[in-house]
């Protein structure tokens, strides 16, 4: 009798073939903790510490059996008794931990440090609720509370281990919960440390919104993943949550260094601690705060071991999410942090008279996080080649003159194990059978490349494009009661909205295609173009491009001229799960962003490790994707990022010189044409309509043209279907260098420093 047999008897004294996908799935929950319970943890002299507000780690089931080499012997053991696992997957709620890029690559280098057997665990907070759950009424975003933590997940209450944090009006004490991290095949485990408040409760959220009392700290701080900082009280509550989140970990760290032998003195030896991004920052003054205070360090000390333990990762070239903190603000939540901070200041001012460029405290009075991170850390990553060159030569240019040594780039990567092996298990075992099993450990495809011009391997290929295709529009029609016709391309493009990633620029390709159609220019097969992805609740102009999108969907749906051969979807509540059903289904994926602005992006490498060709601009990692499968077998356009930078500093762009146009001028307008203002918010079109004619921040007029150009080109191109799957083999076949397994091998060599088992 299998261990999974007995479980479910033990459990609900039911046979597997008696119970539902969710007693199932709760069974099966049971099985997999108890499995990694039973592996050791890694352990070494020294221990990374991933420092990350988010941890974006999706469905674990199917992951976790993957890594424990036990899926496909459980999908056959449910198969024996009439169950599904594809159901019993269904049946798992999303941890929401996360929200985009940042932590969606945190939780793929979780996977990957635990895959190479390094010891190291994630620490972040364990938010009962996520960034929001996105509804589309009226087509329009709305937002409710995105509750995720069911009576029985994969958390796991640590007994015994909690800590004071000290704000200035009280000390709260935390909870640590841990959800173990498997590695691939591996027989040992790391772990997410999440730190919570017992206090947390959801009954100060207003019913049906997202609002609640940003005052009452000690019932919010775990309650939501970024709540909104458009006001002063929720500036306060970011710093209460980054405080908490990094001086639990502070505390955690220095004990077990200390469990291990450490004086503390020599604490770089036993720890090193990875800040993804600017938001665990503060912990650098927390660890000399507990230095100082608690163990009689000298404050020269203390500095020169936080200079030796943290090391910082750079994840955009943006202004405005390099934060800047009022002292003002810092000073009335953690006041003891705000006197270091201005200490650390005055060392910055006395080591670099007169240079107001790279001071901690600027003269509004604002702390800036990532100087903070530069100055007192040893080590500066980008994490795309073109990410780190524009830091290097711009953005951090004076920091790079003073720290040249400590710059370095680590080019992101992702997870096989989820983006591939999980989602599209199909196309995995066709490696498995062209190349033999041991990509599964190596990330080595290049194998591939012999079968580029296979008609075998072409015909393969399609049909498992054809069958994941087929599964989306399952999952579309579940979600949200839409259809697409599964004969169609499938151009897709999922990412956070922003402006700067332009999905108002593939707005104006729909409705220049729209017209195309209207006026007969009949495409040879129909397109469908899928949008997913939130925009931040206080981002009223991301929000009108959702508007917008939304009504040019209604728009092509209702005119039966157009609608037999374009569709638009916007895709509701995207996340990891929408995402595992959207890349393997995808033919086409959208990655164009304003040059100079994206700092690396996965999603081009989900989809292009999945079979689908990129589009885009020469940005982020897309650039190192064209090196690596050539120009031919990539399409890309627009402005390139040296000139867009020297525009900038310029003022060199000049909107209403696009606009005046004439094919542009017809696109704008459009925008507030008379058919799109009847079916839409005339208020949120018309707003979206001056911004783009008037301001135009990101750009999208600089580069419409080529871009209609270019989506016309990779439209015709896509049906000569033999060159087409030749690009495509020889993308996955590249694919193999954008793992995260690489990454992680690149962090341990260059800056860690870590054993590895």
């Known amino acids: 009798m299998h261990k999974i047999e007995i479980l479910a008897d033990h459990m609900y004294h039911k046979p597997i073939d008696s119970l539902t996908s969710r007693e199932l799935y709760e069974v099966l929950l049971h099985y997999v903790k108890e499995e990694a319970a039973s592996r050791p943890l890694n352990s070494s002299k020294k221990k990374l510490y991933y420092l990350s507000a988010e941890f974006l780690i999706g469905k674990l089931l199917s992951t976790n059996l993957i890594n424990l080499g036990d899926y496909d012997e459980v999908k056959d053991l449910l198969a024996e008794h009439g169950q599904s696992l594809n159901d019993v997957e269904d049946a798992e709620q999303e941890p929401s931990l ?36 996105q509804t589309l009424d009226h087509n329009e975003q709305g937002t409710l ?45 790391n772990r997410l440390r999440l730190f919570d408040l017992d206090s947390v409760s959801s009954d100060i959220i207003e019913e049906g919104s997202i609002q609640f009392d940003k005052t009452n700290v000690e019932k919010n701080l775990t309650l939501f993943l970024y709540p909104d900082d458009s006001d002063r009280n929720g500036n306060l ?28 003195h020599d604490l770089a030896d036993f720890a090193t601690i990875q800040i993804n991004d600017t938001h665990p920052t503060f912990v650098i003054p927390e660890l000399i705060r507990l230095l100082t205070t608690r163990y009689d360090f000298s404050f020269e000390e203390a500095v020169a071991i936080a200079r030796k333990t943290v090391a910082f990762t750079n994840h955009t070239i943006l202004a405005e999410a390099l934060e800047k903190w009022p002292m003002s603000d810092i000073e009335e939540v953690i006041p003891d942090i705000a006197a270091i901070i ?13 240079n107001q460029k790279v001071t901690v405290i600027d003269d509004q009075n604002r702390a800036h996080m990532a100087h903070i991170a530069m100055h007192f850390g040893y080590s500066i990553n980008g994490v795309a080649k073109l ?44 490696f498995d059978q062209l190349i033999g099993s041991s990509w599964r450990h190596d990330e080595d495809l290049t194998g591939l490349e012999k079968y580029i011009y296979s008609e075998n391997v072409h015909q393969n290929l399609e049909h498992i494009k054809e069958a994941n295709k087929e599964a989306l529009n399952v999952f579309l029609d579940h979600n949200q009661g839409v259809t697409f016709n599964p004969n169609s391309i499938v151009d897709v493009q999922i990412k956070r909205f922003h402006e700067y990633k332009r999905q108002q620029m593939l707005a104006l390709y729909i409705i220049y295609k729209y017209h195309a159609i209207k006026n007969g220019d009949i495409p040879k097969r129909p397109i469908t173009i899928i949008f997913g992805g939130k925009a931040a609740p206080a981002y009223i102009i991301a929000q009108d491009i959702i508007h917008l999108i939304m009504t040019l969907s209604d728009r092509i749906k209702n005119d039966p001229d157009v609608s037999p051969y374009l569709q638009v979807i916007m895709v509701k509540n995207y996340n990891v799960t929408a995402a595992e059903h959207l890349i393997p289904a995808a033919d086409i994926s959208e990655q164009i962003s304003l040059a100079s602005k994206e700092a690396s992006g996965t999603g081009n490498m989900k989809f292009m490790l999945n079979g689908a060709l990129t589009l885009g601009t020469m940005d982020g990692a897309n650039v190192e994707i064209a090196e690596r499968v050539g120009q031919d077998n990539i399409y890309t356009f627009g402005r390139s990022s040296e000139g867009i ?13 696009y606009y005046n146009r004439p094919a542009i001028k017809a696109l704008v307008d459009d925008i507030v044409s008379e058919d799109i203002l009847k079916l839409g918010n005339p208020e949120r079109l018309n707003r979206l309509y001056n911004d783009i004619k008037g301001k135009d921040w990101f750009m999208a007029m600089i580069d419409i043209e080529e871009f209609i150009q270019t989506k016309e080109k990779v439209y015709q191109d896509y049906e000569d279907r033999k060159s087409w799957l030749a690009k495509v083999v020889k993308n996955i076949a590249q694919a193999g260098y954008f793992s995260s397994d690489r990454t992680i091998s690149d962090y341990n060599q260059d800056i860690w420093h870590l054993e590895e088992h």
């Open 387 to 430: 990410h780190t060159q524009i830091l290097k030569e711009t953005e951090l240019n004076d920091f790079y003159q003073i720290y040249p040594e400590k710059f370095n780039n680590k080019t992101n990567g992702i997870s096989f194990r989820r983006w591939i092996m999980s989602c599209n298990p199909s196309l995995a075992r066709l």
């Open 145 to 189: 509370p995105d509750e995720w933590l069911d009576a029985d997940t994969w958390l796991e209450k640590e007994e015994g281990k909690s800590y004071e944090v000290p704000f200035a009006k009280f000390t709260l004490h935390s909870t640590l919960y841990n959800i173990d991290v498997l590695g691939f095949e591996k027989e040992t485990r």
């Open 237 to 264: 509550l970011r710093i209460y949550q980054q405080y908490f989140m990094v001086s639990n970990a502070a505390q955690l760290i220095i004990d077990e260094a200390l469990e291990k032998g450490s004086n503390l």
């Open 98 to 133: 996360g929200n985009g890029g940042l932590g969606r690559l945190a939780a793929c280098f979780l996977d990957s440090i635990a895959s190479l057997g390094i010891t190291g665990d994630g620490v972040g907070l364990n938010y009962h609720f996520g960034l929001f759950r």
């Open 342 to 354: 201005r200490q650390l200041d005055q060392l910055v001012r006395q080591e670099f008279p007169g």
């Open 645 to 657: 930078v020297n525009l900038y500093a310029t003022h060199g762009y000049h909107p209403q010189d």
